[in-house]
């Protein structure tokens, strides 16, 4: 075998090796491309669907009208309220009652599970005096 065809030889070699890792490259990069699409739309899907169903689980099928007073309300009072079941409206009373009452609306951001963005949908629904008023339509 002369230097030319083995020289041949290898650079077929080396143009089988390059085409295939492209072919390899271009059918991975579609599949990842593929399986994260289909996992983000059932993530996003996942999580619509939670936030929906943390709502109705809420009692958010019926329009909330009134407002709670968080130093006064009761359990079920609370519950009323989107966002707050059993749990954590014996929570915000076990708070409220280790604090002596609660001097801002701000302060239910250390109940744990009421975060910024549930402080935001409880704000036109609480208050920390007067009576409570709330109730379902």
Excluded: W
Excluded at 28 to 43: D, E, L, N, W, Y
């Amino acid at each position: 075998m002369d230097s030319h065809s083995n020289d041949r030889r290898v650079h077929s070699l080396a143009l089988n090796q390059t085409l295939a890792n492209r072919t390899f490259t271009k059918t991975f990069a579609r599949t990842f491309t593929k399986s994260f699409t289909k996992t983000f739309v059932i993530a996003m899907v996942t999580a619509a669907a939670l936030i929906a169903g943390s709502s109705f689980a809420a009692g958010d099928s019926e329009r909330l009208t009134g407002t709670v007073n968080i130093n006064t309300a009761t359990a079920e009072e609370l519950q009323l309220l989107p966002g707050i079941g059993e749990s954590r409206a014996n929570a915000l009373i076990a708070m409220r009652k280790s604090r002596g009452g609660f001097k801002s609306v701000a302060e239910l951001t250390d109940v744990k599970g009421i975060g910024e963005a549930a402080l935001a949908k409880l704000r036109p629904f609480v208050r920390i005096e007067g009576k409570t008023t709330a109730r379902r339509d």
